[in-house]
């Protein structure tokens, strides 16, 4: 009997164990359905909250680009802007040192107008002064020496000839006559005293000057003193030949002879 009696509580047992097995997996079952609802609730609440925290980050981002690009563009127009202040200050020198210039031409127009006005005088008398010293000089080449004054005196008197190409002229003509003085020439011409006939000329630049006559070989020397020509009794007609042959340089460079009068 006992033991029939364990074997029906254990039934029992049993049974309601079971019984509370189902009650707690409907109970489970019940319960199980909101939870889900809630989860997928959250997590859809999750999603829209990462897409706006995605969408809010895209904006900062967009934001921030912008803010780069402005802050770019705000430094290139500061650094044009000095570029544009720097290239306005080296025009200013520029300006500047362009009125300089014009004020200094400007004074130098004036001062060379008043050159100008005393330069005509000054050729003048350089002119005459050069044309009075050839008619006072040893007469050599005395015809081609005056013509070159002449042309000085007619670029003088035109207008045309502007005053550097004048003053140009007049120094011309001085620095040929300055060259007579250190060199030595030889050359034909009409016989000083005898027209038509033909004497060679030598010139030992200012120190003598001296015409060999061929038909006789005889030959004279221009006197400043007496300003006429005096005959050379006692001299080497051959060495005065020679020298006219080295003067033409038809003669090797020697030692040349050139008779002088001694100083008193």
Known sequence: MNQTWKETMLITSTAKRAWLACAAGALA??????????????????????A??????RQVEEADDAAGSAVREYRAVLQQLDNTRLFVAQQQIFLDSQ??????????????????????????????????AIKADVPFRVTER???????????????????????????????????????????????????NVVDFIRFGRTSFIFVDKRDNSAKRY??????????????????????????????????????????
Do not use: C, F
């Not at 079952?29 to 990462?50: I, K």
């Not at 250190?182 to 034909?188: I, R, V």
């Open 52 to 57: 706006a925290s995605a969408a809010a980050q």
């Open 223 to 264: 006197d400043m003193a007496a300003k006429g020509w005096v005959a050379l009794d006692d001299v080497d007609i051959g060495q005065i030949r020679q020298t006219i042959r080295v003067a033409r340089e038809q003669a090797a460079p020697e030692v040349i002879y050139a008779p002088v009068t001694a100083a008193n």
């Open 99 to 132: 009125a300089s210039e014009i004020n200094s031409v400007r004074n130098q127009l004036g001062t060379v107008e008043q050159i100008k006005q005393g330069m005509s005088p000054m050729m003048l008398r350089m002119t005459v002064a050069l044309e009075d």
């Open 146 to 196: 005056l013509a070159r004054v002449t042309r000085v005196q007619n670029a003088l008197a035109n207008p045309s000839v502007s005053p550097a190409e004048q003053y140009r002229q007049v120094l011309n003509a001085y620095k040929i006559e300055a060259t007579y003085g250190y060199s030595t020439e030889s050359y034909q011409g009409v016989h000083p005293e005898e027209p038509g």
């Open 29 to 50: 079952l019940t319960t199980a359905l909101p939870a889900q609802a809630q989860l997928e609730t959250a997590l859809s609440a999750a999603r829209q909250s990462t």
